[in-house]
């Protein structure tokens, strides 16, 4: 069967990612996201929009960027290569001409073909370990047809696939991709609405709602997909005991059984760099490590929740990963 | 489940662990250095003539940072040397019989035989410089050749001095037929020798082939003769002995050695006691301890007495205690030269290589309980650097097997030990026999049996002396001498002298590369070149092997080689049945990437002229470095996974690959065969060849062995791993390959490291997926590879404190090393390899 060729818009291609789902992966990071997380961890991943940044470290200082603009939206200051992103339409000119790669271009435009080509070179590491291919991002439900172009020829070439998401989409749009998709990452923010709203700028009725509308799903459907879900530990947001504990009950009383693993990803401040080559601030970049007691202490608070202790699951190297590989 | 917190302390250094009070001793004692009462050190032995000499720096031309010490070295030697007092007849006997009798002379009458308190196993001299034992003709010959102007000595250091690498006849690297000694133990190899001696026609005796018998009958005896005085030692030590226990053990390994290693071994204990003796006398009959005289699969031919012993009532603890008698014992060949540096003698290059598992017969596993009780071995030891373990992976490799491997990784600060990749490299072997006509010695029914010596050069067994250190290319001269149309890019300038070299073309005139109108034309220049360099260090080595043929034969050594006893020829001779020099190529990395920067940069592109890249490279890029940057990022590299670029490097693999199979050695009639192991050269060397395209100024290092160049391998391990493998030749795509679907177009080998975060091993769930990533490896990767497992941030504490981190061990490019014991650039350098974060 022919895939569409739509295009999509991703970030990069993460090869040998060990912490988006079983087994060895690639995970393919979608460019915009319906969220505002005020920690969140992929900050370039958040406007839908090709975006610029620049590194200081690599940068000669030949402005060449500077030179080539089509926007003249460029220029160099005292504390560095100061881009104007109101006038950036991300034509990626400079980009292309920066002889160090000191100016990046975030967010491609490519089609299923281009990128199942690079996914398929790992396919040995995907069978050898039970891997595969995880969508993340970014929200891949905000590009649903190129997701769902993505992940029917995933399955096509007998490619496990793993779907990352918030969770904040149409019911329709989870419909369309959940046949298509043998693990869906499903991320659980915050349980009180208010909190959630104040944290992530969107209400989490609709999150929850898809949920349980994914386990309805789960339910009439013989070959649906496995559930994990997975809670980022942000200190003074969602790293509460009531927190943990509202959610873990939540599962406990909506998804017993539906869920197979519940990670808790330690808060990690590796991505602080990229706040500032995007020239943002970050309210987080001070912000201590959790310490393995403070994160032994959430695992037991989630294993008292009501969910079955066996679920329950803590990881703190996802977003170290994602520092380390975005270049 | 851990994650990384602020407050703990953050590194703990591998420790030793169940060690039983003797080898906790025996270790301890060890690493005390020069403060023991005992050592290891070299002795000298002279037959007191005034032209004898010791020291033999044919064995170094392959260590440039021993080049202005050979003469100080060859006096010291000379001043230290005891006379031996010749037998009446001495100088009336051939070379080879001079040799075998004052090495056995030396080894059985004068050095001291000594049992360390609590060892299990006798033989502990065995660091000897001993006599050359030439007469006055011979010695005014081979130092006229050696020393002489335009001798051999001078065109190393040109070659060297000139970028293209190095080359010498070395010893060691090896591995001798052991597994026969203790099947059928010294006698079988002394009666074979006598039998075929009795063949020969008078004639015959009296000629070449009657004296090298002669002496390898002399040196086969020096066995039997050594075990038997160190038998009267345990005899005396037993007799003084007040502890029972120690008693016991002392009477008893005063009846193995009356046994061994001249009768077959009976128990696990008697294989390993002839095992160490065989292996000690090899090192002292080269006169050179330890570089890569490897012992091959001992978990296979140790495991019948293993199993023997086990049933006859042996303790499994007190095997594993023998084998730690054999690791301190093979740690003290670094005694040699214990008082230079600061390290008490360890240094990198060494090399005692044991190999672990691997495929049998039609695929199947052979791992046994042995494997597992010599990695227990390993574990409990470590860190500790001889013998060094190379474990053999496949497809049928067991679960278990790799959960322990994985679980040592992880519990040491990198993996203990190599992995070796079974299908690849047999595929390499499978074309070697192809390419040299050996297939009648190498196939399908017997290439499983293969080992590696030394670091990961596979090589056969008992009856292949391959060379693989003895000639080291750097490939990037090539793309320079391209670039100049056969010039030094800059003209060598003696640094003793000060004088620089009048501009010369040694090279080919391949033509003014400025011209060049496509990349192609280019390509033919290089080619051009590749061929001269690989013409030239052929015509380099010849000369140190004609010069260790005539004078230096190792009689002993050649008794444990299928081929000299046969051919009564000695090994330095061509005796091996199997005989290959092989060319380790440095560079490959920069070489490609240098290729693929000249194509994207002055054709491809158009960014700049032959001409202004030519002018960026004599200027070190000073002043150039916008175009340096593209070079660096710009330009497609190897090590991505990218399939314009990896086709780039299978390409200057074929080339290199098949020149080197053009030539044998002219003296000895050894084939050249190719690999990549490029030992330290790549950082030495770095400074000595000007700035390349791919944009690496002079100075910077060069890329390693098969590995992509620093920094370049952007998409990660398996991008890495895929790359390595293309370049290898991949696998076929219908049919078959030379092994299964393989393809190696290095039969030796080629060394890959990589180096992960801990954090890849912090739990079961990611050691299984490290497993898989293992598994892949056998599938697409190369060789043989080595992991490390550490943290950038704990080698720079390390760099500012040393004092903390004695005992921390890197693994560079096929050898162990202390961390603390290497030279700043080359830490340096390991700090800023990316480190893989899983």
Redesign the interface.
């Known amino acids: 069967m022919m895939t569409p060729s739509k295009r999509g818009r991703i970030l990069h291609l993460q090869r040998l990612s060990t912490e988006d789902g079983p087994g060895i992966r690639t995970t393919v990071f979608f460019k915009g996201c319906p969220l505002r997380c005020v920690w969140c961890h992929n900050p370039e991943s958040i406007s839908p929009r090709v975006e610029i940044q620049w590194y200081a470290v690599r940068c000669l200082n030949c402005r060449t960027c500077i030179r080539v603009c089509p926007q003249q939206g460029l220029e160099m200051t005292a504390d560095g290569l100061r881009i104007d992103r109101k006038r950036c339409r991300g034509c990626g000119t400079c980009a292309e001409a920066c002889p160090s790669n000191a100016v990046e271009v975030l967010g491609r435009d490519v089609t299923v073909e281009e990128v199942l080509e690079e996914l398929l070179k790992d396919r040995v590491y995907y069978e050898t370990s039970g891997g595969g291919v995880t969508l993340s991002g970014g929200e891949p439900t905000m590009q649903a047809d190129f997701a769902l172009g993505l992940m029917r020829a995933l399955q096509e070439a007998n490619i496990h696939t793993a779907l990352d998401t918030c969770g904040l989409c149409l019911d329709a749009t989870l419909e369309i991709l959940l046949p298509f998709t043998d693990l869906v990452l499903y991320d659980l923010k915050l349980i009180d609405d208010e909190a959630h709203q104040y944290f992530t700028g969107q209400s989490n009725r609709r999150i929850l709602e898809n949920l349980i509308h994914l386990r309805n799903w789960i339910d009439t459907h013989s070959h649906a997909p496995k559930l994990w879900i997975r809670t980022p530990l942000i200190p003074n947001a969602t790293a509460t005991d009531e927190n943990v504990y509202s959610i873990g009950n939540f599962l406990a009383r909506n998804l017993n059984g539906y869920v197979t693993r519940w990670e808790l990803c330690a808060f990690n401040n590796l991505c602080r760099d990229k706040y500032t080559r995007l020239n943002r601030d970050w309210q987080y970049a001070e912000q201590p490590l959790l310490s393995s007691d403070e994160l032994a202490h959430l695992e037991d608070v989630a294993k008292s929740s009501g969910v079955d202790a066996t679920i329950v699951q803590t990881s703190g190297a996802t977003r170290l990963q994602e520092e380390t590989w975005s270049r | 489940?851990?994650?990384?917190?602020?407050?703990?302390p953050r590194y703990q250094i591998k420790a030793p662990k169940n060690l039983s009070p003797r080898i906790q001793w025996l270790r301890d004692y060890y690493f005390r250095g020069v403060q023991r009462a005992w050592n290891n050190e070299y002795t000298a032995w002279t037959t007191g003539t005034p032209w004898d000499f010791q020291y033999n720096e044919l064995n170094f031309y392959i260590v440039p940072e021993t080049y202005t010490f050979f003469q100080t070295f060859r006096s010291s030697y000379c001043q230290m040397a005891h006379p031996v007092a010749l037998h009446p007849d001495f100088w009336r006997w051939s070379l080879p019989e001079r040799r075998a009798w004052f090495n056995r002379e030396v080894m059985v009458r004068y050095l001291p035989k000594e049992i360390l308190p609590g060892d299990l196993l006798a033989g502990a001299r065995f660091n000897v410089q001993t006599s050359a034992c030439l007469n006055k003709r011979e010695a005014k010959e081979r130092d006229r050749m050696v020393m002489g102007r335009g001798g051999v000595r001078e065109a190393v250091f040109w070659f060297h001095n000139h970028g293209y690498g190095n080359a010498g006849a070395t010893g060691g690297h090896l591995i001798p037929d052991y597994a026969r000694v203790i099947r059928e133990g010294w006698k079988g190899i002394y009666e074979e020798l006598q039998r075929i001696y009795e063949r020969l026609s008078a004639q015959e005796k009296r000629g070449r082939k009657g004296a090298q018998l002669r002496a390898m009958m002399i040196a086969a005896t020096m066995p039997r003769d050594l075990a038997a005085e160190y038998s009267r030692e345990c005899e005396r030590l037993a007799q003084e002995e007040s502890d029972p226990t120690r008693r016991w053990e002392l009477l008893q390994m005063a009846k193995n050695l009356q046994r061994v290693p001249w009768e077959p071994a009976q128990t696990f204990w008697q294989a390993v006691q002839a095992l160490w003796l065989t292996h000690m006398l090899v090192m002292a009959d080269e006169n050179y301890p330890g570089p890569g005289d490897s012992f091959g699969r001992v978990d296979q031919y140790l495991f019948p007495l293993w199993e023997r012993s086990l049933s006859e009532g042996m303790d499994r603890e007190f095997g594993k205690e023998i084998l730690k008698c054999f690791w301190v014992h093979c740690n003290t060949a670094y005694d040699g030269m214990i008082r230079t540096g600061g390290n008490q003698g360890i240094t990198a290059g060494f090399g005692q290589l044991i190999t672990l598992s691997g495929m049998g017969p039609g695929g199947q596993d052979m791992t046994n309980d042995l494997t597992y009780a010599i990695l227990e071995v390993i574990d409990e030891m470590t860190p500790i650097l001889e013998p060094k373990p190379n474990v053999r992976l496949h497809r049928g490799t067991p679960e278990a097997l790799l959960d322990k491997v994985v679980d040592m990784i992880a519990s040491s600060q990198g993996a203990p030990f190599l992995l070796n990749f079974d299908e690849r490299s047999m595929a390499g072997l499978i074309l070697q026999a192809k390419k040299s006509g050996v297939e009648h010695l190498i196939n399908e029914s017997n290439v499983f049996d293969y080992a590696p010596v030394g670091c990961l050069e596979n090589t056969m067994v008992g009856n292949d002396r391959s060379g693989t250190v003895d000639a080291n290319l750097n490939l990037l001269k090539a793309v320079e001498l391209a670039l100049t149309g056969g010039y030094d890019l800059i003209p060598f300038t003696d640094p003793m002298t000060g004088k620089t070299e009048k501009p010369k073309r040694w090279g080919e005139d391949t033509g003014d590369a400025r011209r060049f109108q496509t990349f192609e034309e280019f390509w033919e220049a290089y080619a051009t070149q590749t061929r001269h360099i690989v013409k030239r260090i052929v015509d380099l080595y010849e000369r140190s092997e004609e010069v260790r043929a005539r004078f230096a034969p190792t009689p002993y050594l050649s008794c444990l080689v299928k081929g000299c006893t046969e051919k009564g020829l000695d090994i330095t001779q061509g005796g091996a049945e199997l005989g290959y020099v092989t060319i380790e190529a440095v560079t490959f990395a920069t070489t490609v990437d240098s290729l693929l920067a000249i194509k994207y940069l002055v054709f491809d592109k158009k960014i700049c002229t032959m001409e202004q890249l030519i002018q960026a490279l004599r200027d070190n890029w000073v002043g150039h470095?916008?175009?340096q940057?593209?070079a660096?990022?710009?330009a497609p590299k190897y090590g991505r996974?990218d399939d314009e670029a990896d086709e780039m490097g299978l390409r200057v693999m074929k080339l290199w690959t098949e020149e080197t199979w053009k030539y044998k050695t002219r003296c000895t009639g050894r084939q050249f065969r190719p690999g990549m192991l490029s030992w330290n050269y790549w950082v030495s060397d770095g400074f000595i060849l000007p700035a390349s395209p791919d944009g690496r100024p002079k100075g910077r290092f060069l890329s390693n062995a098969l590995c992509p160049s620093n920094g370049a391998d952007?998409?990660?391990?398996?991008?890495n791993v895929?790359s390595v493998g293309k370049v290898l030749g991949g696998k076929a795509a219908e049919g078959k390959g030379d092994w299964a679907e393989y393809f190696n177009l290095l039969p030796n080998g080629g060394s890959h490291t990589m180096t992960f975060s801990p954090?890849?091993l912090?739990d079961p769930e990611?050691r299984?997926?490290f497993k898989?990533?293992l598994?892949?490896y056998v599938?697409?990767g190369g060789t043989a590879l080595q992991i490390n497992l550490i943290d950038a941030d704990m080698l720079r504490d390390a760099q500012r404190h040393p004092e903390n981190y004695r005992h921390l061990l890197v693994r560079v490019t096929g050898y162990n090393a202390y961390f603390t014991s290497i030279g700043k650039e080359l830490q340096d350098e390991i700090i800023a390899r990316e480190a893989?974060?899983?």
Do not use: C, W, Y
């Open positions: 489940m851990t994650a990384t917190t602020v407050e703990k470095e916008v175009l940057a593209q660096i990022h710009k996974d952007i998409k990660g391990p398996t991008a895929n954090s890849l912090r990611h299984a997926k898989a990533f598994r892949g599938e697409n893989h974060r899983i």
